[in-house]
């Protein structure tokens, strides 16, 4: 078994990478190595101001992180490791609504953003996308806290789902930047069309056909 060493700035970078998977939680974040599919690792966390390392088992889970980065699911066995460092996390005064509980799902959607009350547009892709926000990689990320106008393009439809976001963090991998946004003004219409989506995509349980079913839905509103 490989061990890898995780070392983050703060306890605030930490937890804008940790993951809770849906009760197991993990870890996504940029990086070089590359790890197969279910491998098992050994992952040497670190951050302050926690004295030395934690070594966590956890398991390669590459359709949950975005290109550049990996993704690890802490092992079942772990939840006292895994309860430690987020106690030493959060004791650290940080902010406790970072770990996200929405259910996310991979995606690859066009999207162009903007600065609320800027007119200048950047282009990105949606990598991941849930109830509650998404995961965002593109040429530049705005600092945390900034509020952005979302426009989503989604396949083979006409009409893009407008929405707003606030960026939660911020992550550098390579040439491109990740970021993490949390929806605002969730009552909005296209809101509502993008949690039918969302459900869509989760009754399905299958995640290879994303598109098609983006699509799908899309299609189905046109015609109500």
Do not use: C
Request: glycine share 8%; charged share 25%; aromatic share 8%.
């Amino acid at each position: 078994m490989r061990i890898h060493l995780v070392q983050f700035d703060s306890a605030r970078d930490f937890l804008h990478h940790y993951d809770e998977m849906d009760g197991d939680g993990g870890l996504i974040f940029a990086t070089k190595a590359k790890f197969r599919s279910g491998e098992q690792v050994a992952l040497e966390v670190r951050f302050p101001p926690m004295v030395g390392r934690v070594l966590v088992t956890a398991t390669s889970s590459p359709h949950m992180a975005p290109e550049g980065y990996v993704a690890f699911r802490f092992l079942a066995e772990e939840q006292s490791k895994k309860e430690f460092l987020l106690r030493v996390a959060h004791l650290s005064g940080e902010p406790k609504s970072f770990p996200r509980h929405h259910r996310r799902f991979p995606v690859r959607l066009r999207l162009n953003w903007q600065v609320e009350g800027v007119a200048f547009h950047h282009i990105g892709e949606v990598r991941n996308l849930s109830r509650g926000g998404l995961f965002v990689v593109s040429e530049w990320a705005p600092p945390v806290g900034t509020r952005l106008s979302l426009t989503i393009k989604a396949p083979d439809d006409p009409n893009p789902i407008r929405v707003r976001g606030k960026v939660t963090w911020v992550s550098h991998g390579g040439k491109q930047v990740g970021m993490g946004l949390r929806f605002e003004k969730r009552s909005s219409p296209d809101m509502k069309r993008l949690r039918t989506i969302i459900r869509a995509i989760s009754h399905s349980g299958d995640l290879d056909a994303v598109p098609t079913f983006v699509s799908k839905v899309f299609s189905e509103q046109e015609h109500t």
